[in-house]
């Protein structure tokens, strides 16, 4: 069996750079909690071990004032600014480990509402990242759009207000190209951004390719990781017999089964132990 591992595969930089500072924090030892708001990246592993070694997931259902004070780490997909001003105002230290691609939208998002623009963001809603940015955008000109139908119901009440459109960081490039063609024909003043970023764009397209050359292909990530999510869709429309994991143990031999080649990319929250462990269980 032939194995065709993604050379994009894994931890990218604004998930490397965010687990360098909570393990930074670990290694400093000041004393006092270490919490991250919310997972601080969206894999239950890498999570579970932070936990192991103390560091604590603040829950985004209650106010930072009920935990004890200490140190916040502000996780990869980065939080609005009200919920900055919640943790700094009740006395804790915040640490910001906001994926600096996301915090650039942020900051589009924040000087287009200053400017009175309408802002488009296409993304998933319930995804913390949107949250985040929708939490930098002073007043309420704004819409998240996720699909083409979302996109051909869309009106804006004031034709000749200035438009800004931006996307989700982990957005299949695909789609989002598909959406801004369909606001596109509606003749507003459009200024549309990919604000995807080159690792998403890099790996979407390496994963299409592989899939296209494979018998079969592992896409591994956590359940709740949306860039994972969009590559196990990307493969899945190349390779029929596509199959998402979490960890080498949800991996059954029936999967590869009668396989000569074994495509595997992973999500960007996916650990390289993680990686190497299925393509050793491939392996056997």
Request: hydrophobic share 35%; with cysteine.
């Amino acid at each position: 069996m032939k194995i065709i591992l993604a050379k994009s595969a894994g931890f990218c930089f604004g998930v490397k750079r965010a687990i360098t500072m909570v393990e930074e924090q670990i290694e400093q030892n000041s004393g006092g909690p270490i919490y991250t708001y919310g997972p601080i990246i969206h894999n239950e592993s890498v999570v579970n071990d932070l936990k192991a070694r103390g560091v604590d997931v603040m829950d985004e259902n209650r106010d930072p004032s009920e935990y004890q004070k200490g140190t916040v780490i502000l996780r990869s997909h980065g939080v609005s600014k009200k919920i900055q001003d919640e943790i700094e105002t009740a006395g804790h230290v915040a640490i910001d480990a906001t994926c600096p691609f996301v915090k650039k939208i942020h900051n589009l998002a924040r000087e287009a509402s200053q400017r009175g623009e309408y802002i488009i963001i296409i993304g998933d809603p319930k995804h913390p990242e949107i949250q985040g940015v929708t939490g930098w955008i002073e007043g309420h000109d704004y819409t998240v759009i996720q699909t083409a139908e979302g996109a051909e119901s869309f009106s804006l009440k004031n034709e000749k207000q200035k438009v800004l459109i931006l996307s989700q960081t982990t957005f299949n490039y695909k789609k989002f190209q598909d959406i801004v063609e369909i606001l596109d024909k509606k003749g507003y003043d459009i200024n549309a951004l990919n604000t995807i970023c080159n690792a998403t764009e890099e790996r979407q397209e390496e994963a299409a390719r592989i899939a296209g050359e494979v018998d079969v292909c592992l896409v591994i990530g956590g359940r709740n990781s949306s860039n994972t999510h969009k590559l196990y869709e990307i493969c899945r429309e190349k390779c029929e017999r596509t199959y998402f994991i979490e960890t080498a143990d949800d991996l059954d031999p029936d999967m590869i089964s009668n396989a000569d080649v074994v495509g595997i990319t992973a999500g960007a929250s996916t650990p390289a132990n993680i990686i190497q462990e299925v393509i050793g269980r491939c392996q056997k």
